[in-house]
C-alpha cells in the first residue's frame, strides 16, 4: 500500500494539457458580450461551476485507491494478533488506535497516532531489496503511550517510541487517580500539570532503565510490537484516506 506522501508519484499520468482560448469580440459586439459574461448573485446559483470537475478527480482518485485496497484483513495483523493477547480499538474516522490486554491484575493500553505518519520523510519508505529493486519499508518513528493500571492503586503511563524494531522509553509518569491520567477535559489537564510525574528516564540509573524496558517486554510492549505500529499506522492510514475521499466526493457531488 502507498503511502499518501508517494501517492502523486506512483500514479502520475501524464495528460496533453488543455487550453482554453479566448477570442476577442468586435467593438459593436463588446458591450453585449460583457452583459452576458456578468457573474450572477450567489443566490441564483445551485452549485458551483468547479464541482462537477472536483467530484470526478476524487472519484477518480477514488477508484485508484480502491483497486490497489486489499479485500481482507493484511497477514500482518491476524499474524500479531495471534502470536499476542492484544485486542485493537479502531473507530473509522478517528486518528487513535489503541491495543489492549489484560496482565495478571493490570490493564493495559497502549495509544497511538496515525498521524506520526507526517513526520516519515519519502525516504523513509524506501529500502532495496534482494534483487536491489525498490521496495516499500516504513521505518518512521511512532510514539506510543502505554497506560498499565491497577484497579485502587493508579495509574503508571510510560510514553515511547517504536521505530527500527525497538520500543524506546522516553518517560515514566504515576497517577495515583486513575481518572486523572486518562480524562482529556481541561480541568484534568490543568490538575496534571501541577504534579510531579517524574524524573528525565535518561537521568535514572542504568540498571533502573533496563529493568523499566524489561517490565514493558513482559506484558508484550517489545520489538514485535514495535515492528508492528508502523505497519498498522500506514495501514490504517490508507484506510482514513479512502474514507475521506469517499465522504468529500459524497459531499462535493450533493
Do not use: C
Not at 486518528?95 to 489484560?102: C, F
Amino acid at each position: 500500500m502507498a503511502s499518501h506522501l508517494l501517492r502523486a508519484s506512483l500514479r502520475a499520468i501524464a495528460r496533453p494539457a488543455t487550453r482554453k482560448v479566448f477570442t476577442t469580440a468586435t467593438p459593436s459586439l463588446a458591450p453585449r458580450m460583457m452583459a452576458v459574461a456578468r457573474p450572477m448573485g450567489a443566490r441564483f446559483m445551485s452549485s458551483g461551476t468547479v464541482d462537477s470537475d472536483l467530484a470526478h478527480k476524487l472519484n477518480e482518485e477514488l477508484q485508484y485507491e480502491k483497486s490497489t485496497e486489499e479485500s481482507s484483513q493484511p497477514e500482518f495483523i491476524s499474524e500479531f494478533l495471534a502470536a499476542n493477547q492484544f485486542e485493537i480499538e479502531d473507530k473509522q474516522g478517528h486518528d487513535e488506535v489503541a491495543l489492549t490486554r489484560n496482565f495478571g491484575n493490570e490493564k493495559i493500553r497502549v495509544l497511538f497516532s496515525i498521524a506520526d505518519i507526517n513526520n516519515a520523510a519519502p525516504d523513509d519508505f524506501l529500502v532495496e531489496n534482494e534483487e536491489g529493486e525498490e521496495a516499500m519499508a516504513p521505518s518512521f518513528p511512532v510514539r506510543a503511550s502505554v497506560t498499565i493500571e491497577k484497579e485502587g492503586k493508579g495509574v503508571v503511563t510510560i510514553d515511547t517510541v517504536a521505530q527500527d524494531g525497538e520500543m524506546a522509553i522516553e518517560s515514566v509518569m504515576f497517577y495515583g487517580d486513575s481518572k486523572l491520567a486518562g480524562e482529556q477535559s481541561a480541568e484534568a489537564d490543568w490538575q496534571r500539570r501541577g504534579l510531579y510525574i517524574g524524573p528525565q528516564f535518561s537521568e535514572l540509573d542504568e540498571n533502573l532503565q533496563v529493568l523499566f524496558g524489561r517490565y514493558l517486554e513482559e506484558r508484550g510492549v517489545n520489538a514485535g510490537l514495535a515492528a508492528f505500529l508502523p505497519d498498522y499506522v500506514e495501514y490504517k492510514e490508507q484506510k482514513e484516506y479512502v474514507n475521506w475521499l469517499e465522504k468529500v466526493k459524497g459531499f462535493v457531488s450533493a
